[in-house]
């Protein structure tokens, strides 16, 4: 019986696959581009104006591709670590309320500059009526 022969690894436990008949070729994710704010210009809590450390960056519109749009448009805020994970935080059981007035001021500043519709066809909501 002959013992297999298992592809030598590199450093760090990853596989060598360039001896395979079908090497796996690296795939780099694309990089979305971070676009700055519409709501704040400097990085301090959006709700308190704390500067310190621990702060989160939050996407106003979360979830089902959202969270891209709100990248790419500058539809995010800093928030303290509470005001964004804790009970009454904008993800938390009690936070409904932030996030309702931080999705309403972020339509509000996006159509100084923009109309409602265009509003609509990126969120497919308004929160303003």
């Not at 022969?5 to 581009?33: E, N, V, W």
């Not at 989160?56 to 928030?79: D, N, P, T």
């Not at 938390?92 to 159509?111: I, W």
Request: charged content about 35%; aromatic content about 10%; glycine content about 10%.
């Amino acid at each position: 019986m002959t013992a297999l022969a298992f592809p030598k690894t590199k450093k760090y436990g990853k596989i060598d696959t360039s001896g395979l008949a079908f090497p796996k070729t690296k795939q780099k994710k694309a990089r979305q581009s971070h676009g700055k704010s519409i709501m704040q210009k400097e990085k301090c809590c959006y709700i308190t104006g704390y500067t310190g450390e621990n702060l989160h960056k939050h996407h106003i519109f979360f979830g089902a591709g959202q969270r891209e749009i709100s990248e790419k448009m500058g539809f995010w805020v800093y928030l303290r670590t509470d005001l964004h994970e804790a009970e009454y935080g904008v993800h938390g059981r009690d936070g409904h309320e932030l996030d309702l007035r931080l999705k309403r001021e972020c339509q509000r500043k996006y159509e100084e500059t923009h109309s409602r519709e265009e509003f609509m066809d990126l969120i497919g909501r308004n929160y303003l009526d």
